[in-house]
T-cell receptor, first 114, second 110 residues
């Protein structure tokens, strides 16, 4: 078990560019979450997948954000036309739909929009 | 609305006991989590409460009162490595969405 992995770990981009992040959850976990975290704040929920189905998306998420989990395994989060306010840590977490359903977090992708 | 309140910062001495409080007002409740997050790292799971009462796990204990919308995390025999942010999080009734507080930064001094 290698835990949740995310790629890239760091991304610097210019305003207006598109970026895509990848998350590989723990292999037996069918639930996957994306969060955004800024300095001094807790993680903010963005979206949730159960297998390949996106079951909930935060109302705070603008149309520039889209997420996919095409085969119910890895997931991608794309931000189009990035803005400076998108600069944050993007965290992915996965969980199993049994028991306490603890979410295990990946190391995050730190995005800086210049 | 959805609101989770925790103190912003706390300082305690190595070897002591510290209690970090969390109050919440959420539209639904399906469990409360505590996570530890060291600077620059991802949150790691500490404890889970869904029923009222105290859950003990080694040096860490967590308490929940659903009627009061209140929880606390108790850390005993503090160590320098316990210096971190502690996040209180509530899972919504639907089971999907988890709402996090801003976290409490704990500084452990010698």
């Amino acid at each position: 078990d290698t835990g949740v992995s995310q790629d890239p770990r760091h991304k610097i981009t210019k305003r207006g560019q598109n970026v895509t992040f990848r998350c590989d959850p723990i292999s037996e976990h069918n639930r996957l979450y994306w969060y955004r975290q800024t300095l001094g704040q807790g993680p903010e929920f963005l979206t949730y997948f159960q297998n390949e189905a996106q079951l909930e998306k935060s109302r705070l998420l603008s149309d520039r954000f889209s997420a996919e989990r095409p085969k119910g395994s890895f997931s991608t989060l794309e931000i189009q036309r990035t803005e400076q306010g998108d600069s944050a840590m993007y965290l992915c977490a996965s969980s199993s739909a049994t028991g306490v359903e603890t979410q295990y977090f990946g190391p995050g992708t730190r995005l800086l929009v210049l | 609305g959805q609101n989770i309140d925790q103190p912003t910062e706390m300082t305690a001495t190595e070897g002591a006991i510290v209690q970090i409080n969390c109050t919440y007002q959420t539209s639904g409740f399906n469990g409360l989590f505590w996570y530890q997050q060291h600077a620059g790292e991802a949150p790691t799971f500490l404890s889970y409460n869904v029923l009222d009462g105290l859950e003990e796990k080694g040096r860490f204990s967590s308490f929940l009162s659903r009627s009061k919308g209140y929880s606390y995390l108790l850390l005993k025999e503090l160590q320098m490595k316990d210096s971190a942010s502690y996040l209180c999080a509530v899972r919504d009734t639907g089971g999907f969405k988890t709402i996090f507080g801003a976290g409490t930064r704990l500084f452990v001094k010698a």
